[in-house]
């Protein structure tokens, strides 16, 4: 485990909770406004109900990101599930295979700054999304 | 965790905590709607002031309350979304169409009373 990573396994709706709560602490602790850290809060909050209703289980893991004069945070979604197998599709609003609202991720994508996505049928998905301090 | 439903006349108030999960919310829209139709409701206020992250899966909870809730017959307003998580809210693309909100618990009482008022 890397200095400074916070990692929380997703199992249960429970942890939807624990991780988006660990993700606004962390906001809170590096001087993110209120509203970033809703916005984190609530990026973590849909990747880890993803996670739970695509995958079953993975792991979400927070961390302190700098670049040249500035901070902010990454968060990697991770899970071994059945991935995705139209990413393009995925991105488009109103798009579920789960009966959910099928605004997740190109959601989450409009509430960070950051957004990338590695997924393959049968490989699991990765999405790691970053958000800057204003 | 358990959310609280007070019972104020016709009314029906539940107060929503920030830490709800899943679990908790579909409880919930059970407990209410069944809490309605015992007490023959006429309106409930969902307080969310507390909450600091409305999801995909909240915002369709409340909206699915408020649907079952007019099915009988009865009014739901929600009440207390905060600031940033109307904002969050509105960069997710999560709408509560249909379903009345207003500033706080006062407001909500307000708006039912002037609009049972209008239907006496």
Redesign the interface.
Known sequence: MRAGEIRVAINS??D??TA??KG?ALAIELGFS??D???V??AI??LA?NIVSYARKGQIALKTVHASNRQGISIVASDSGPGIRDIHQAMR?GFSTSG??G??L???R??MDEFEIVSEPGGGTIVTVKKWKQ | MEVPILKQGAVLIATFQAALSDADLNHLRMGLVQQVVKFRSRAVIVDVTAMDVMDSFASRTLREIAHMIRLRGAETVIVGIQPEVAFAMVQLGLTLEGVATALDLEEGLAYLTQKFKNTD
Do not use: F, K, M, W
Request: proline share 4%; net charge positive; charged share 25%.
């Open positions: 709706d429970q939807i909770v988006r709560q606004r209120t509203g850290a809703t916005l809060a609530t909050s849909e109900r609003d959910s609202l605004l997740g190109p959601g989450v409009r509430l």
